[in-house]
Each structure stands twice: as C-alpha cells, then as structure tokens.
T-cell receptor, first 111, second 116 residues
Framework: TQLLEQSPQFLSIQEGENLTVYCNSS?????LQWYRQEPGEGPVLLVT?????EVKKLKRLTFQFGDARKDSSLHITAAQPGDTGLYLC???????????FGSGTRLSIRP | KAGVTQTPRYLIKTRGQQVTLSCSPI?????VSWYQQTPGQGLQFLFE???????NKGNFPGRFSGRQFSNSRSEMNVSTLELGDSALYLC???????????????FGQGTRLTVV
C-alpha cells in the first residue's frame, strides 16, 4: 500500500517567518501535486511537479520534487496570515491510475 | 471555463435515510473521483469513475455507491446513513488519457453532510 506522510501535522508560526513542509513516501510517483484547502472549501491545486529534482516557484512558495520522485517539500518565505490553511500533497501513480493523498499539514500564521 | 460543481453545498439528514450527491466535472474531464474528508481521518478515497464505469474503489462499505452518466456527471449515494457519515464529501475531476494515465485532480467545493 502506497503511503504519503506529511510533516509536521500542525504548524503555528509568526507572520514573516519561513517554514518548510515535507511529504515523504517509500514509493515512486510519476508526479506530485500540492493543494491548499481552506475550511469548508475544496482543495485548490497549487502546483504539479513531474521531474526528479524539479523546483517550482509560486511567489513566496517554493516546491521541490526529490531526485528519486519519492518525496517533496514546500517552503514558504515570509509567511502571511493569508497562507493559513491545510496543505495537502498528492502523489500520482500512473501505472495504477491512482492518486494518493497525504494526511495534510495544518498551517496557522499569527499576525 | 467552469470549475467542478457540487450540489448541494450543505445537507442535513437523519440516521437511516439515504442521500444522493451530485458532481459536474470540468468540461472535457472524463474522470471523476469522490473523497470523504473528516477531521480525524483526513481525505479518504471512495471511488473513481471513468466512461461510466467504476475504475477504482476505496475501503468503504457497500452503503456507499456511485455512478457516472454519459456526459461525465457523477452521483454518489449513501444509504442507511449513520452518524459517522457526517463529513465533507469532495468530488475531483481530471483528464484521463486513454492510455490510463491520469493528470492532476481539480476539486469542487464539496458537500457538507450532517447526519443527526
């Protein structure tokens, strides 16, 4: 069974600080997505990484796919209260036509 | 381009009743997946439909069922509702290339089901 572990589960930091969220698995994924979800809403796709070692930037967010395509990280620079939410990673196993979701990291940014 | 549309947004049912939730995928997306999200269990995969056929299924009891229509719209049904079925039910659509590969999923806003 493929599993995606996210860490930390909860994170509360001060506005302006930097943070990193991790998504790890023992399985190889053909691609990996990061989503952000606000309470009562559906997850919103932030980015997809496909190539091992790939780095993508979205304003203050930097996403990296591990060289072996088993793990990923999300780094936020100078966090803002608007970054608050549940961050989910999801790995795609194209051979099994499945998407596996991580358990999520709940991020809270204090003003 | 319209996003994924789920109806209704909110629903309150009593134990023992049944419920049907609807999902209209993004135009051109042929794969629809359903998820149950609760604070304790996170995002749990229910099932996936493609070309009106169930392609993948999660570990949920037979009370949970679904179907997909020829226009790719999907419905999910839960019979004999239990208190523990209270959750946010999310639908996600994606392009599923004929080779079987699946691209990223785009989610609807979800249906908040409360069973009392």
């Amino acid at each position: 069974t493929q599993l995606l572990e996210q860490s930390p589960q909860f994170l509360s930091i001060q506005e302006g600080e930097n943070l990193t969220v991790y998504c790890n698995s023992s399985s190889v994924f053909s691609s990996l997505q990061w989503y952000r979800q606000e309470p009562g809403e559906g997850p919103v796709l932030l980015v997809t990484v496909v190539t091992g070692g790939e780095v993508k930037k979205l304003k203050r967010l930097t996403f990296q796919f591990g060289d072996a395509r088993k793990d990923s990280s999300l780094h936020i620079t100078a966090a803002q209260p608007g970054d608050t939410g549940l961050y989910l990673c999801a790995g795609e196993n194209s051979s099994a036509s499945k998407i596996i979701f991580g358990s999520g990291t709940r991020l809270s940014i204090r003003p | 381009k319209a996003g994924v549309t789920q109806t209704p947004r909110y629903l309150i049912k009593t134990r023992g009743q049944q419920v049907t939730l609807s999902c209209s995928p993004i135009s051109g997306h042929r794969s629809v997946s359903w998820y149950q999200q609760t604070p304790g269990q996170g995002l749990q995969f229910l099932f996936e439909y493609f070309s009106e056929t169930q392609r993948n299924k999660g570990n949920f009891p037979g009370r949970f069922s679904g179907r997909q229509f020829s226009n790719s719209r999907s419905e999910m049904n839960v019979s004999t509702l239990e208190l523990g079925d209270s959750a946010l039910y999310l639908c996600a659509s994606s392009i599923r290339r004929d080779s079987g590969e699946k691209a990223e999923a785009f989610f609807g806003q979800g249906t908040r089901l409360t069973v009392v």
